[in-house]
């Protein structure tokens, strides 16, 4: 190699594979750890029953008075606590499971790879958390509002725990995912699948599209299906803000140099 050639800043940190394996195997087991520490601290407080109720209150709140949810399984007061004190445990615990993720792929990016690995998985995160938090305070309130309104009243709409554990996690699902438009927006145009003009130019279809999956995702309400493809529709919009600055600090030191090199 010449000594007008950079060097490669991964260059003498190679390990062998079984390093790998080892070093995988730890970061798993830390993790794992986290997610047991996390758990049993939910378990004590405020327990798996305090936990359901929490994510029942929603719905509780727009049954008839005296109404509740059911139960039409033997073991499901049970079981479906400790389901959702599972879930809750894996939100608590995920910066550390995150962090672990994150220090066994570190030592195998280029300076400028971080750049863009780092700030994508905090955003993802906060994103995600952003859209479980949008879904429980707006999203199942409304929708909730929407069934009690439009139920006969020769029925009482108190659905069981099991069926509405699966339901709002569905819902928590969507709902977080949806919220990673723009992270999705700006990974597309770094590896140079799309442009940012080619965003703008199909702007139109993706409101469509965001429109048509929300009248197909979600409850069959107007509220629920514009509290989706509304936010989509604006996270596109800032997917494309983002993926301009985003980018351009985030490529090769090669890329940037001969960009530089051109002549204007």
């Not at 709140?61 to 109404?67: S, Y």
């Not at 879930?87 to 750049?115: D, I, N």
């Not at 197909?216 to 996270?235: E, F, G, K, W, Y």
Request: overall charge neutral; charged content about 10%.
């Amino acid at each position: 190699m010449s000594s007008s050639e950079p060097r490669d800043e991964l260059e003498g940190t190679e390990q062998p594979f079984v390093s790998h394996l080892i070093e995988l195997r730890d970061r798993l087991v830390r993790a794992l750890i986290a997610l047991a520490i996390a758990f049993a601290a939910l378990c004590v407080w405020p327990g798996p029953s305090g936990l359901y109720d929490l994510l029942a209150a929603p719905m509780v709140a727009h049954l008839p008075k005296g109404a509740t949810l059911i139960a039409t399984n033997v073991i499901s007061p049970i079981l479906v606590p400790l389901k959702i004190t599972l879930m809750a445990a894996f939100l608590v615990a995920l910066p550390a499971v995150l962090y672990q993720v994150w220090a066994f792929v570190a030592p195998g990016l280029y300076s400028h790879e971080k750049r863009l690995v780092l700030p994508l998985v905090i955003s993802s995160t906060i994103l995600f958390l952003i859209g479980v938090a949008f879904c429980y305070f707006l999203v199942i309130p409304g929708m909730s509002k929407f069934i009690q309104a439009v139920a006969p009243t020769s029925i009482t709409a108190a659905p069981d725990i099991e069926q509405y554990f699966g339901f709002v996690l569905t819902l928590f699902m969507v709902f977080g995912i949806a919220f990673e438009v723009p992270v999705a927006v700006v990974v597309l145009v770094r590896i140079g699948v799309v442009t940012v003009t080619q965003l703008r130019s199909v702007r139109g279809y993706f409101i469509v599209g965001a429109f048509i999956v929300a009248a197909v995702v979600t409850p069959p309400d107007v509220i629920s299906q514009l509290a989706l493809a509304v936010p989509m529709c604006l996270l596109y919009e800032i997917g494309i803000l983002s993926a301009q600055a985003f980018v351009k600090h985030t490529r090769a030191p090669d890329a940037a140099a001969s960009d530089g090199a051109e002549p204007r």
